[in-house]
């Protein structure tokens, strides 16, 4: 959005300071009063999305038609449309932005990676204006379609989902903007131009619609305290009284507590009375744009319990020692200058004959959680895909029927140290580790996983390799990803199955896959 040259007047003197109260000449950014301004061609100028009115430089927006009502500012492509003259009573303003997923016309599934309402915005640095949501008005299309998985929209090359209410209801919804979205810190003048797309968030399958349907779309201010500034957790710390949501059921809690943070300081405190109870937190937090991210706190899980971490579709479980443990997890690429929510949820392991009203009275408490750059999480597009980091792993299930867990053994280990183990001891007890990651666009030839395996055939890999070798030596395989769906986020997950009829819930020797260096590569052998 053009933010206009404002008339420079003389601001200051050699004997006076050089602080602008309004539009002036400057020299630097910091002659420039006003938080909105910076200086540009040696005038003070309101940066991009916010215009001068009553004297100050206040927020306007980025958008151009966020309401879908004129014809040509967005782009569309495949079975996205704009209809700007939509006129109905609930509507918000004239027009809505159309996602049809069409009916394919022969049988199978297609990637809609390229169904797309899309513009270029100017963002500003966030250093010069404040902390940004999107909002977002949509709705699941007519009551005759299958219904749509949402759509997600991508700014600074971080996607968040939106997920509509049913036919006919519109649903109005807010993601905060995390660092990726806004300006770099390192760039001049009112703003830099980014992609903001909105793309339709599912896979269309044949004989089968969806509808889904924008009404209103912009990027506002955020409201106090709705928001974790860039590189935090919101009240990570549990000093306050703000920033943390609770759920609980039965006499099983989650809430502040005094003392029992790190150094007698207040903490996160969960209790679950029974077995299948249910006890959890939601906090946000904003991960900085760094090469590899990670999730960092202070924490103490009871014998017997789990904790599952959730963080937009990366899920992660960690078993209790009982001790008040430092504890760091990788998370995945795609949170990368991301704001979004944690959801920590503290639940009991079910080992066979346990029954639901159980007594298990486990506490645990969480405290001081941040987020940092963790070289050891390394730097491909799959987050510690060797499992060396010394850090934990977003996509474990440490189960005690199935489990999914690093293992720190150089004799199990392809390269290094360390591998993922996926075994189980039960039969049709599946487990799966899941890596979200963001391929750039293919040079010499297509994107694909790389990844080694072994096993002795005591259970099998899913999805299964063609002409799959169990022989308990390391095997590398290939699996193309093609690019149609480049800096857009996938879901790399690799599991185990029994290789055989099995009558489930049989007692079995423990077998085992092992997993190791999983990398996002760029194959030559992939390109058609």
Same mark, same amino acid.
């Given at each position: 959005?053009?933010?206009?040259?404002?008339?420079?007047?003389?601001?200051?003197?050699?004997?006076?300071?050089?602080?602008?109260?309004?539009?002036?000449?400057?020299?630097?950014?910091?002659?420039?009063?006003?938080?909105?301004?910076?200086?540009?061609?040696?005038?003070?100028?309101?940066?991009?999305?916010?215009?001068?009115?009553?004297?100050?430089?206040?927020?306007?927006?980025?958008?151009?038609?966020?309401?879908?009502?004129?014809?040509?500012?967005?782009?569309?492509?495949?079975?996205?449309?704009?209809?700007?003259?939509?006129?109905?009573?609930?509507?918000?303003? +004239? *027009?809505?932005?159309?996602?049809? #997923?069409? !009916?394919?016309?022969?049988?199978? $599934?297609?990637? %809609? @990676?390229?169904?797309? =309402?899309?513009?270029?915005?100017?963002?500003?640095?966030?250093?010069?204006?404040?902390?940004?949501?999107?909002?977002?008005?949509?709705?699941?299309?007519?009551?005759?379609?299958?219904?749509?998985?949402?759509?997600?929209?991508?700014?600074?090359?971080?996607?968040?989902?939106?997920?509509?209410?049913?036919?006919?209801?519109?649903?109005?919804?807010?993601?905060?903007?995390?660092?990726?979205?806004?300006?770099?810190?390192?760039?001049?003048?009112?703003?830099?131009?980014?992609?903001?797309?909105?793309?339709?968030?599912?896979?269309?399958?044949?004989?089968?619609?969806?509808?889904?349907?924008?009404?209103?779309?912009?990027?506002?201010?955020?409201? +106090? *305290?709705?928001?974790?500034?860039? #590189?935090? !957790?919101?009240?990570?710390?549990? $000093?306050?009284? %703000? @920033?943390?949501?609770? =759920?609980?059921?039965?006499?099983?809690?989650?809430?502040?507590?005094?003392?029992?943070?790190?150094?007698?300081?207040?903490?996160?405190?969960?209790?679950?009375?029974?077995?299948?109870?249910?006890?959890?937190?939601?906090?946000?937090?904003?991960?900085?744009?760094?090469?590899?991210?990670?999730?960092?706190?202070?924490?103490?899980?009871?014998?017997?319990?789990?904790?599952?971490?959730?963080?937009?579709?990366?899920?992660?479980?960690?078993?209790?020692?009982?001790?008040?443990?430092?504890?760091?997890?990788?998370?995945?690429?795609?949170?990368?200058?991301?704001?979004?929510?944690?959801?920590?949820?503290?639940?009991?392991?079910?080992?066979?004959?346990?029954?639901?009203?159980?007594?298990?009275?486990?506490?645990?408490?969480?405290?001081?959680?941040?987020?940092?750059?963790?070289?050891?999480?390394?730097?491909?597009?799959?987050?510690?895909?060797?499992?060396?980091?010394?850090?934990?792993?977003?996509?474990?299930?440490?189960?005690?029927?199935?489990?999914?867990?690093?293992?720190?053994?150089?004799?199990?280990?392809?390269?290094?140290?360390?591998?993922?183990?996926?075994?189980?001891?039960?039969?049709?007890?599946?487990?799966?580790?899941?890596?979200?990651?963001?391929?750039?666009?293919?040079?010499?030839?297509?994107?694909?996983?790389?990844?080694?395996?072994?096993?002795?055939?005591?259970?099998?890999?899913?999805?299964?390799?063609?002409?799959?070798?169990?022989?308990?030596?390391?095997?590398?395989?290939?699996?193309?990803?093609?690019?149609?769906?480049?800096?857009?986020?996938?879901?790399?997950?690799?599991?185990?199955?029994?290789?055989?009829?099995?009558?489930?819930?049989?007692?079995?020797?423990?077998?085992?896959?092992?997993?190791?260096?999983?990398?996002?590569?760029?194959?030559?052998?992939?390109?058609?």
């Amino acid at each position: 959005m053009a933010v206009g040259l404002v008339v420079a007047v003389a601001c200051g003197s050699e004997d006076t300071p050089r602080v602008c109260t309004g539009p002036c000449e400057c020299e630097v950014e910091s002659d420039c009063a006003d938080p909105h301004a910076t200086c540009n061609a040696e005038a003070c100028e309101c940066v991009a999305g916010y215009t001068q009115q009553a004297g100050a430089c206040a927020w306007t927006g980025v958008i151009a038609d966020p309401g879908f009502s004129t014809a040509g500012t967005w782009g569309t492509t495949e079975f996205a449309v704009i209809r700007p003259d939509t006129m109905a009573p609930e509507l918000r303003d +004239p *027009g809505v932005g159309l996602f049809f #997923g069409g !009916v394919m016309p022969s049988c199978g $599934e297609r990637e %809609t @990676g390229l169904d797309r =309402i899309d513009q270029l915005v100017t963002m500003p640095r966030l250093s010069r204006a404040e902390l940004l949501v999107t909002e977002l008005t949509l709705r699941q299309g007519t009551e005759d379609t299958h219904p749509s998985n949402g759509n997600a929209i991508g700014l600074g090359g971080v996607w968040q989902k939106f997920y509509p209410d049913y036919y006919p209801a519109w649903s109005r919804q807010r993601r905060c903007l995390g660092a990726a979205a806004y300006a770099p810190d390192s760039s001049t003048g009112p703003g830099v131009e980014r992609p903001f797309e909105i793309m339709h968030d599912e896979f269309r399958v044949c004989f089968e619609t969806s509808r889904l349907e924008l009404d209103h779309v912009e990027i506002l201010p955020a409201a +106090p *305290g709705e928001c974790a500034a860039p #590189g935090s !957790v919101l009240n990570g710390d549990a $000093e306050a009284d %703000t @920033g943390w949501h609770f =759920i609980g059921e039965n006499a099983s809690t989650a809430g502040y507590a005094p003392g029992i943070g790190v150094a007698g300081s207040r903490g996160i405190g969960f209790h679950l009375d029974r077995r299948c109870d249910y006890a959890g937190a939601r906090v946000a937090l904003s991960i900085p744009d760094v090469a590899s991210p990670a999730l960092r706190f202070h924490g103490r899980i009871p014998p017997g319990a789990l904790a599952r971490l959730s963080i937009d579709d990366a899920t992660t479980v960690l078993a209790g020692t009982g001790t008040l443990d430092d504890t760091r997890v990788c998370l995945p690429k795609t949170l990368r200058g991301a704001a979004t929510e944690l959801s920590i949820q503290l639940f009991a392991q079910n080992p066979n004959g346990s029954a639901c009203t159980d007594v298990v009275a486990h506490d645990a408490v969480f405290d001081q959680l941040a987020v940092i750059d963790d070289p050891t999480c390394g730097t491909n597009a799959i987050a510690d895909g060797g499992f060396e980091s010394p850090a934990e792993t977003f996509g474990l299930a440490p189960f005690a029927t199935a489990s999914a867990r690093k293992v720190r053994d150089p004799a199990l280990a392809h390269a290094g140290t360390a591998a993922l183990e996926m075994s189980r001891t039960v039969t049709c007890a599946g487990v799966s580790w899941h890596m979200p990651f963001v391929a750039p666009t293919a040079t010499s030839g297509t994107n694909a996983i790389a990844y080694y395996y072994k096993g002795t055939g005591g259970v099998h890999l899913a999805p299964e390799p063609d002409a799959a070798t169990y022989d308990g030596q390391w095997h590398r395989v290939v699996q193309c990803m093609g690019d149609s769906l480049a800096g857009f986020p996938r879901r790399f997950e690799l599991g185990i199955f029994d290789p055989a009829p099995v009558t489930c819930g049989q007692v079995v020797p423990s077998a085992a896959i092992y997993i190791d260096d999983v990398q996002l590569v760029d194959e030559p052998s992939c390109r058609i």
